[in-house]
């Protein structure tokens, strides 16, 4: 078969030895590096000591998530309690005009919308994609949000499946404040923490509305997904 | 770029157009001073650049000298949970995959998201004449789909393009309104596209890296259109490089902003999506089949070169194009190539053989720039010297350039004659003046647009004596 | 570059037998005979202290390219020993001999354009910055695109004259802005491209090579 084939290819090229020149071109830099240990270990933690810093506590993370917020183009509100986010909620749907709004069940989004005068569409189980798109809004839940990149972390059972977060013209996330965390190497973690073996068929990390800048590299929001992206944080 | 002349009187002659076409350059130049811009102040957030760099090649050295440990880990992965694999040793294999998959199905329509991969097997033109609709969901291939072009950058493949020029092609192709507002455009590709995803049979989608470890592949975007494309369609066929490969999950904590530093600037580009299998059974929508087709088309033959090998590890960010000075004078169709640029010269030769593209190792100065930027730290203009030494070794040079060389080395080898030949070539120089400027001048190709100095009186040589 | 040293109380030859570091060969893709261009080097060279080099890309050359060169040969040693002992004339003054004022003196403004072999195989970037801003009465402006190549690149210029020039057009573009009198580099084979094209354009910047500027009393 064509995978042994492959497979049988590759260990044959691979039989000669990297020449060691260009090997060492790689880890050779003009400036005195710290560099470290090869392995899973050595590039977690090239996350950590590497890329941007991004402080240790919770009001460092937040202070970093909202500059990038700015620079994003994410509308991302603090609220101290989930009565606060209801609110904040409501206040969009008056001036979104939202009529009809995609939701899952989710602990988290339940409480926060169960006062919501709008129609629902649950995509917790089979729903009508057409239906989906009509829908003005997706709230959907997470799984972490990131201090060092300001991207929310979803999976398919965190965020009401594939199509809720990226369909409908704006994506409103709830997240409490417990689930903020460093770097995505953190959020990977914690999917892995909870799904084990079993992962969901999709993750992704959600960083601003869908942007492109395709035409004369001029920035325009709202390419293909969503236009507007809403992270609400409830700090309590 | 016709297919009928040589690839290499093809590049000359679309050079000299392009770098006649002083304002398309500056255009060219002006966008990729803007990318620049953004990228060395995204750089400079990290704590050390230098050293991510090192750590992100790292990673993509461990994947590529274990490459049949880690791929058969990947295909075993993605197998368990329910995506169906499929090992193509060609463009023609993987065709046929897809095609086969599509026909199964029934299927009218197809949706793709950008995917240099399927340029490289030509899959729309098969597809098409097979007769599928077949729509380019990413703006920029949507424009270049639209007339009838290869992508020009394969990161930005549009960028060649002024906002008129879009604007006039939208009103021919897709009867849209009269406007050159980049937003106004993005909105009647938004609304066409929107109809597509609803109504497709298929989405194919590329991959940027496939985690060994869980069997899932990544997705790199900024519009949202490879997520509704793997979201929407009942079937999601993944066409990847075997190259593509990473070890582990959290490799993407450092890979994902590496690709977009280099990439666009941005820290993160907007969506990061890793798949790993089709719809499962407690997930409430997505296709209900995967099928992730494999692609070696040649990359085993670089493997096999344990120089070369380095240049599988690329992650296509397109950053060695975008600081590279003969892409930014020749542009990208004039490479002749799926994948332009330093990279593009360095594996097009093992792709598709030396012989034929010999010349885009040539057509360089050298002058590293590439590999300066290069986020996984590829040694790239060295590559090109490697590939200029095997052509010189296999006699591809020609007749004319090794005699050349023979006399160059007998010359340097021997004081008295490179002495000589100096003074011959005052001598030589006098004797010329009458045909100087023109073609029968031996510096004809220097001389059309740049002067020569009159060799010194007096060479170093003399001088030192005279000093004595 | 002789005087400048001796200037500065150095012993300076010149020996006589030499003539090439085998480069053009090397980039061309003939390594054997560049190979053999090398050996003559080694054979000229290899009784000295230090071997001052007026141009970054002959140094680079000798530094990195001949141990590539001399990879598996019984000569890898001599090379690795004596390519430490070669250095481009700028690092040489700054970096090894510790002078940043050798007491020059030029009226002027000047855009310093960096040789890419001197700048990205040997990262040569300040030593030349240092020493020319205290050349007295030279003001030194940066051009936007003083780290682009200058189109030279060896037989590329004359294989693909149309790209190389156009690379050097742009680099007029960006020394024009600076209102510069001079450009100045460390490399003669990118002035060679630069000021011939410069001339051929009718442009009033002058270009030096920076030991020449050093040189101006
Ligand atoms: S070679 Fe390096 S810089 Fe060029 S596209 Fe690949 S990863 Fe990016």
Known sequence: ?????????????????????????????????????????????????????????????????????????????????????????????????????????????????????????????????????????????????????????????????????????????????????????????????????????????????SRTADIERVLVLGAHGPKKLTIIMISE | MSQSTNPTTQFQTDANRVTADVDRRSFLRSSLRGYQTTRDATQERFLNYESARIAAGDAKWEAIENLDVYLAQFADKLEARGATVHWCSDSAEARDAILDIIKKHDAKSVIKSKCMTTEEIHLNDLLEKEGFEVVESDLGEFIVQLRDEAPYHFVFPAMHLKKEEINTLFQEKLKSINTDDPEELTMVAREVLRQKYLSADIGISGANFGVAETGMISITENEGNARLTTSLPKVHIALMGIEKIIPRLEDLALMLPMLATAGTGQHLTCYNSQLGGPRQDDESDGPVEMHVVLLDNHRTRLLADPEQRDALRCIRCGACLNVCPIFKNVGGHTYGTTYQGPIGSVITPHLRGLKDWKHLSHSSSLCGACSETCPVKIDLHHHLLRNRRDAAGKGQGGLAERTLMLGFTIVMRRPWLYRLTGRLGKLGHVLTKPIHGTRIDPFYAWKKTRDLDDPAKQSFKQYWKSRK | MVNVLERLGHEVDYPEGQTCCGQPAFNSGYFPEAKKVADHFLDTFADADMVAVPSGSCTAMIRKFYPELYQDSPQAKVVSELSGRVFEFTELLVNQLGVTDVGAKLKGTATYHDGCHGLRELGIQDAPRKLLENVEGLSLVEMDEAQSCCGFGGTFAIKFPQISTAMTQVKLGSATQTEADYLISGDPSCLMQIGGYFSRQKSSIQCLHIAEVLDQQ
């Open chain 1, 1 to 209: 078969m064509s995978r042994d084939a492959i497979l049988g290819r590759i260990r044959e090229a691979l039989s000669v030895k990297t020449d060691a020149h260009v090997r060492e071109v790689a880890k050779q830099s003009s400036h005195s590096l710290p560099v470290l240990a090869n392995g899973p270990d050595g590039r977690t933690q090239a996350v950590k000591e590497f890329l941007p810093f991004v402080g240790e506590s919770l009001e460092d993370h937040i202070a970093a998530f909202n500059v990038l917020s700015d620079k994003l183009q994410t509308e991302f509100i603090v609220v101290p309690t989930i009565d606060s986010a209801r609110q904040t909620l409501d206040q969009l749907r008056q001036k979104h005009q939202w009529e009809r709004v995609g939701i899952h069940d989710h602990e988290l989004v339940q409480s926060c919308v169960d006062q919501l005068p709008v129609e629902f569409l649950n995509t917790s189980s089979n729903y009508d994609a057409h239906e989906l798109e009509k829908c003005d809004v997706g709230i959907s839940g997470c799984d972490a949000l990131i201090a060092q990149t300001a991207s929310a972390l979803v999976t398919n059972h965190s965020a009401g499946g594939r199509a809720l977060s990226v369909l409908p013209p704006h994506h409103v996330v709830v997240a409490d404040a417990s689930q903020m965390v460093t770097t995505m190497a953190d959020g990977f973690a914690m999917i892995r923490e909870k799904h084990h073996e079993k992962w969901p068929s999709f993750i992704s990390f959600i960083t601003g509305p």
